[in-house]
């Protein structure tokens, strides 16, 4: 296709013509697909079945000499805590292994911020004015925790190489900013690894709010789609050189490595903060399910085993990314009106359309039948002031139903430039 901003009035009429009857014809169709959160499909979920096999009254309850079972253990089983280790790459003791659900844990990380403070800091709830920094595009799930609480929320451009620094080292001379948004690897929905320039930065900042903090989601750490993967440089290692390890609160989860309801979720940080966290959980709970720990370590044993296992992941998942990135290069590579990033791994694809056609796209897709994530969502308050960004959730659908899928977002796409630039 030729660059649609090339096109002569009579040329783009005509080719809006051709796209509603393409539009229409899908229509027909009575579609029915859903790519608006990343999902795995069910053939990711069986091949983890064999999970629930390792634990049974045969081989019993023992992790170590613990009975999982019963009551105890605030931070997780040593196994479990030694099996987070080593996917994060740092000591045991800094990990606390919770439930099914790391947004859960920050979650309530930051309910602890409102509420308790941090680490003897004033509550947050008490503070006139507070802020969070949100790198964009950005996930959806973090700023609606930050919203609740009422932060103000302050958008941070994304780049090739992660959050725009210069603008991060800036904003947190602000005591306002109590902390930012990260997902280093294979970001949401952008799909980049931050480099070891932006990871080393981190490292160094020198905040003005003493518990200002780092949410560092590693959500995408082991969810490698290539066998030349991104490397992300370890941020508790180069924050302990800093002599700033206080700064990084870091959370992962099995979610997507084995269930994504019946997971296990972990969080890491240092001494000081760990000591602050389980000093509120010591109220909180008695201690999280030990005997799906236990499934869990029996099953993976190390990272080396989770490793093994994500391979069987990729190989589902792969195709399904190429379908969504051929289909884009062949439909709007040369159109003008999209760009992308092919990312080596995580769970998304994120488009830039033209400025202004995001929401038109995604109401012509519901129209016709495929559910995408709402404009915006990648966006603090659901706002994306350029109107542009979507994401695309390649994991739930067959192969077959995702390249219907893409086939007719790139045609809703090409409708809602066109349409658009008609108008003008």
């Given amino acids: 296709m030729s660059s649609i901003a090339s096109m002569s009035k009579e040329e783009l009429t005509l080719r809006l013509a051709e796209c509603r009857e393409k539009y229409a014809a899908y229509k027909a169709q009575h579609l029915a697909l859903d790519m608006s959160r990343g999902k795995p499909g069910p053939d990711q979920l069986d091949i983890s079945l064999e999970v629930l096999n390792c634990v049974n009254a045969r081989d019993g309850f023992l992790a170590g000499n613990v009975d999982t079972r019963n009551y105890g253990i605030l931070d997780g089983t040593a196994e479990a805590k030694a099996l987070f280790a080593d996917i994060l790459g740092v000591p045991a003791d800094t990990v606390i292994v919770g439930g099914n659900s790391s947004l859960n844990m920050m979650f309530d990380y930051i309910t602890q911020g409102m509420v308790s403070g941090i680490c003897g800091g004033k509550p947050w709830i008490t503070c006139e004015q507070r802020k969070f920094l949100c790198p964009v595009p950005g996930y959806d799930r973090h700023f609606a925790i930050t919203q609740r609480y009422g932060f103000e929320m302050i958008p941070v451009p994304m780049t090739e190489a992660g959050p725009d620094m210069d603008e991060v080292e800036r904003l947190v001379q602000d005591p306002a900013v109590k902390g930012i948004w990260c997902v280093p690897m294979y970001s949401n929905p952008d799909g980049i690894t931050y480099s070891d320039d932006t990871v080393r930065r981190f490292a160094n900042l020198k905040p003005a709010a003493a518990d200002f903090r780092i949410l560092w ?22 924050a302990l050189k800093a002599g700033n390890e206080d700064l990084v609160i870091q959370f992962t989860s099995t979610s997507k490595i084995s269930f994504p309801g019946a997971g296990v979720a972990a969080m890491a940080a240092s001494p000081k903060n760990v000591a602050d966290i389980k000093a509120r959980m010591t109220i909180q709970t008695i201690g999280h399910d030990k005997v799906n720990m236990l499934r869990h370590t029996r099953y993976f044993k190390n990272a080396e085993g ?3 296992h994500m391979k069987r992941h990729a190989a589902i998942l792969r195709p399904k990314f190429n379908i969504v990135t051929n289909t884009l290069e062949a439909r709007l590579g040369q159109s003008g009106i999209a760009r992308w990033h092919k990312p080596n791994g995580g769970y998304f694809v994120s488009v830039q359309l033209l400025e202004g056609t995001a929401a038109e796209t995604v109401r012509l897709l519901k129209e016709a039948g495929v559910v995408l994530t709402p404009a915006g969502a990648t966006y603090p308050y659901g706002r994306d002031p350029y109107d542009r960004t979507l994401r695309i959730a390649p994991s739930y659908p067959s192969q077959e139903e995702l390249q219907t899928a893409m086939d007719l977002f790139c045609v809703c796409a090409e409708l809602a430039a066109l349409t658009k630039l008609l108008a003008k």
């Fill in 217 to 238: 989601d590693n959500a995408y750490c082991v969810h490698h789609l290539t066998d030349t993967p991104d490397t992300l440089l370890n941020l508790y290692n180069e």
């Fill in 306 to 308: 989770v490793h093994a």
